[in-house]
């Protein structure tokens, strides 16, 4: 079946800095990835996604890259702000969502 | 439009005890899906279906059953509970149109402890 893997674990930003996050994924039949964001105590908000017939995606400060050869896709967050910091989640789809253990960012004043 | 609502939002059970999460959503979407969130380690799918009298299972599916008689709820049945099912559970449904590549939607989850 489908296996996620996220890095970092943990990301510390200063804010105005970028931030990027990857995910790999394992089944070449995986043809769908968004991302989630969580904030402490809140259910995941879908924050953007992509489709396997895309290689990247851009809504305002945030942006997704997809390489299907390699399987793997990248969050970027440009100009971060303190409201940015939360856990980010990834996640792909064959025919069920599987998700990425979560990346803890946080962005300093 | 009240989307994904999954009740109760807390629960406490004693080891042994048996009980039901429920879920029901009034999008009528065809894929619904329950996962569990433990600190460190993400959200894990436990079970999922793709439609009215199907089911499959995810990544953690011992002790947990699901069913699905209607479009509208999923129904999580922990068997007999353990310390081990103490988590943040949260019940997502999304529109197929064939294939699971659209939004999940959440609810807001039900907080378990088993003592």
């Known amino acids: 079946g489908e296996n996620v893997e996220q890095h970092p674990s943990t990301l510390s930003v200063q804010e105005g800095d970028s931030a990027v996050i990857k995910c790999t994924y394992s089944?070449?039949?995986?043809?769908?990835f968004p991302w989630y964001k969580q904030e402490l105590g809140k259910r995941p908000q879908l924050i953007i996604d992509?489709?396997?017939?895309?290689g990247e995606k851009k809504d305002q400060r945030i942006a997704v890259t997809l390489n299907k050869t390699a399987k793997h896709f990248s969050l970027h967050i440009t100009e971060t702000q303190p409201e940015d910091s939360a856990v980010y989640f990834c996640?792909?789809?064959?025919?069920?969502?599987?998700f990425g253990a979560g990346t803890r960012l946080a962005v300093h004043p | 439009n009240a989307g994904v609502t999954q009740t109760p939002k807390f629960q406490v059970l004693k080891t042994g005890q048996s009980m039901t999460l429920q879920c029901a959503q009034d999008?009528?979407?065809?894929?619904m899906s329950w996962y569990r969130q433990d600190p460190g380690m993400g959200l894990r799918l436990i079970h999922y279906?793709?439609?009215?009298?199907?089911?499959d299972q995810g990544e953690v599916p011992n002790g947990y059953n699901v069913s699905r008689s209607t479009t509208e709820d999923f129904p999580l049945r922990l068997l007999s509970a353990a310390p081990s099912q103490t988590s943040v559970y949260f019940c997502?449904?999304?529109?197929?149109?064939?294939?699971?590549?659209?939004?999940?939607?959440f609810g807001n989850g039900t907080r378990l402890t088993v003592t």
């Open positions: 089944d070449s039949a995986s043809n769908y």
């Open positions: 279906s793709v439609g009215a009298g199907i089911t």
């Open positions: 997502a449904s999304l529109e197929t149109n064939g294939a699971v590549n659209s939004p999940l939607h």
């Open positions: 999008m009528n979407h065809e894929y």
């Open positions: 996640a792909a789809s064959p025919n069920k969502l599987i």
């Open positions: 992509i489709r396997s017939n895309v």
